[in-house]
């Protein structure tokens, strides 16, 4: 997989100047991970620098201290009954130690915790000290107080509504951009983190107590921060009860930064770090040296898993090919570009501009991708402040099933929907969304190589020359309208056929990571229908007044969301669309996941028929959603229907089966679809809409499944090939002469 190494090293965000010993209080209600890319789905959050950043539009910004991109994922642990954290962050090697000179200017942080017991809502505070203000020992004093009373922090930020976390559950944030950055002054090489979980509410600047500290955590729920090791260290075996210094001294667990392998604990929730000379393993000590020995001769140190972004003015810029044409502008249509990577050239650049934004908005779009190439190629996206705006994604097309993919080659898609894939790749969707209009430059490396910001690349030595191709297709310029938008791909079992009366159900589905599933079914009644006669005998035939898309058995921690396109890419009506916590669990704050909260199931429903109830649950669920009671309205046309299902923040266009989502998850669903729609029945397969007769409704849907091909609903030839060709064809026409079922 691409190296996203961005978190690991490098970060992208600016803030607003800030007063140096304020505190500023940051609310987030929508407290979820943020992605590599942005803070929300319109532009790079680094596009929200303001004019009176230190450096200007020529700021960028690099991970200053890093405890929580590997820390995470092996020998993490929990702080027992304990809201309360102190830790000592050292700017000590990076971007941030002693040779940096000037202001350190800190814009973002990231952490991370877990919830055991019950649900409940808590915030979290995180107060920045001056490295003078706190001492393990204690302040002034052996068992005096480790924080100056009198000390006045940098900077406070407090995130509020926890309650996204589920029991049972740790997570840990993407980096928060802070609402102002935080100003350390020259010559300070680190800081004190005091942080806190606190009782919902708490303002940031009221003083920490007992009493608004957390306090379920001591009886029904457990939140805590967790704690990790970065790398294993080797250093010294320690026996009984060592000195802060000792112990500082075989500490390093931080990636980018050091820290002390100390940290206070407020264990009796008193608001209060008590210090002292010597540090323990023991559970009741305020100052604890945790240690274990995974491998023989090494020892585990742990810090209170958090991570700080700052800024730093960038390295000068590539000297790229300018592939613009001669307007300026990156020409309309086709082209492409071939190159060599080699060991002494792991990395070839490009500049591009384009004249327009490619957007839905502006009809336009841009596709880029790596196919040809001798070997799955990569790239990268940078704006000319030297960050990086999209990495691609090995989505194209190449061995491996399962995408996106290194083993395939890559692609990076932008504005309108949707044009085939190359081979076994996936379709070109503006899965990456806006691309604003401007100047851009491209770094093309092989697969698995890492881009950073600050024009900053860790690529992979290809050993032997590779050839790669660059390829370009889009309108930017809009001296060709965009192409006609092809019909979505489906999965194995993902084509329901001729809704027939009753339940029919997708296995699992993939809904990959900032993708979309679709399902395809017709329904060849128009909702309602009541009132006919069967053309072949005049007896009267059942009425036709409700349809239901629900998804029982999918993943029950995503957050679902369903779209409904007619057969022409188009949403099927003004109430098509369905979000998380308006279907299956229609709790408006999130719905039911496992132990009580988590994702919700979306869901849709047509018709004029009584309610339908509500859908049971799935096991680890506990809140029923919104009946299905055609709350998506109460006609539905006939057609061939598209249902898009994704997941978070999904962005349903209107036109041209214009689905995509933003969410990183990956994650498994199945749909059902039930509907008490009439289809062709074994004696008449050509008799869609199952009235007894083969008249011009029926071709009407014939000639869809005939103009697909892959198409199961009009394989009436006996032949279930899963096609609709010219056997069927044949079939159809005889059965359209004849006119009525026999």
């Known amino acids: 997989m691409l190296t996203k190494i961005r978190l690991s090293l490098f970060l992208a965000s600016v803030g607003t100047a800030a007063a140096f010993a304020g505190a500023d209080e940051l609310s987030l209600t929508e407290h979820t991970p943020i992605p590599y890319k942005t803070l929300n789905d319109t532009l790079p959050w680094r596009h929200q620098s303001p004019s009176d950043s230190p450096f200007g539009d020529r700021a960028y910004n690099v991970i200053v201290y890093d405890n929580i991109s590997s820390a995470f994922v092996h020998s993490v642990f929990s702080v027992g009954l304990c809201s309360h954290l102190l830790e000592d ?38 107060s920045f000290y001056s490295k003078s203000d706190a001492d393990f020992v204690g302040f002034g004093a052996v068992g005096a107080s480790m924080i100056n009373p009198n000390a006045i922090p940098y900077y406070t930020v407090t995130v509020q509504k926890g309650t996204e976390i589920c029991p049972g559950f740790s997570t840990r944030t993407g980096f928060l951009l802070l609402p102002s950055p935080a100003l350390v002054p020259h010559g300070e090489t680190g800081l004190w983190l005091d942080a806190a979980i606190v009782e919902p509410g708490t303002p940031g600047t009221a003083p920490l107590t007992s009493t608004n500290l957390f306090q379920e955590n001591k009886t029904f729920t457990r939140v805590y921060f967790q704690l990790g090791s970065a790398s294993y260290n080797t250093g010294p075996s320690f026996t009984g009860p060592q000195t802060p210094a000792a112990l500082a001294a075989a500490s390093n667990p931080a990636s980018v930064g050091s820290t002390s392998a100390l940290y206070g604990r407020d264990i009796n929730f008193d608001a209060v770090f008590t210090g002292q000379a010597t540090a323990t393993n023991s559970g009741t000590s305020e100052l604890r040296y945790a240690m274990s020995a995974p491998l023989a001769g090494q020892s585990a140190t742990y810090g209170l898993i958090f991570g700080l972004a700052g ?90 099933p399962s995408r996106p993919s290194d083993l395939d080659n890559h692609q990076l898609s932008y504005g309108v929907a949707r044009r085939p894939g190359v081979g076994t790749g996936a379709q070109y969707t503006g899965q990456e969304g806006v691309l604003p209009a401007g100047e851009y430059y491209i770094a093309v490396a092989l697969a698995g190589s890492g881009f950073g910001d600050g024009w900053n690349l860790l690529p992979v030595d290809p050993g032997s020359p590779k050839s790669f191709n660059l390829n370009f297709n889009n309108n930017n310029q809009k001296t060709l309208a965009a192409p006609p938008a092809v019909a979505p791909a489906l999965a194995t079992g993902a084509d329901l056929g001729i809704l027939t009366g009753g339940s029919q159900t997708t296995p699992d589905l993939d809904v990959r990571a900032r993708g979309v599933s679709f399902v395809r079914f017709s329904l060849t009644n128009a909702l309602p229908t009541t009132g006919q006669f069967n053309q072949s005998d005049n007896s009267p035939l059942g009425d036709v007044t409700f349809m239901d898309i629900t998804q029982p058995g999918s993943s029950v921690v995503g957050e679902w969301n369903f779209a ?122 050509a008799d869609f809409n199952g009235d007894g007769g083969v008249d011009d409704a029926d071709f009407a849907f014939f000639a869809k499944f005939y103009g697909d091909l892959l198409n199961i609903s009009g394989d009436i030839d006996g032949g279930n090939d899963g096609m609709t060709d010219d056997g069927d064809f044949s079939v159809f026409a005889t059965a359209y002469d004849a006119l009525v079922c026999f």
């Open 564 to 685: 409904l396109y007619n057969n022409n890419g188009s949403l099927a009506n003004g109430t098509s669309i369905s979000y998380s916590g308006t279907g299956y669990n229609g709790n408006p704050g999130g719905g039911d996941g496992p132990y009580g909260c988590g994702g919700t199931f979306a869901q849709l429903s047509y018709g004029t028929a009584p309610s339908r109830g509500q859908v049971p649950l799935d096991p680890d669920q506990a809140t029923l959603g919104l009946p299905r009671n055609n709350q998506n309205g109460s006609t539905l046309g006939s057609d061939q229907y598209y249902l898009a299902t994704t997941m978070g923040d999904a962005l349903f266009a209107a036109s041209r089966w214009g689905a995509r989502s933003t969410r990183g998850s990956s994650l498994t669903a199945v749909i059902t679809v039930t509907s008490d729609n009439r289809g062709p029945t074994v004696g008449c397969p």
């Open 311 to 400: 800024e730093v003015p960038p390295p000068p810029p590539p000297v790229p090919t300018n592939i613009n044409g001669g307007n300026g502008f990156l020409q309309d249509g086709q082209s492409q570009i071939s190159g060599v990577l080699t060991t002494a050239n792991k990395i070839k650049w490009y500049k591009f501009n384009t004249a327009n934004e490619i957007s839905y908005a502006q009809t336009t779009f841009l596709d880029i991708d790596t196919e040809g190439s001798a070997v799955p190629t990569a790239l990268a996206l940078y704006t000319p402040d030297s960050n990086i705006f999209d990495f691609s994604e090995g989505r194209g097309d190449g061995p491996d």
């Open 89 to 126: 962050i050292s700017f000590n090697p990076g971007p941030y130690g002693s040779s940096y000179t000037g202001t350190r200017t800190l814009t973002g942080f990231a952490y991370a915790i877990g919830v055991t017991g019950s649900t409940a809502s808590f915030d979290l505070r995180f």
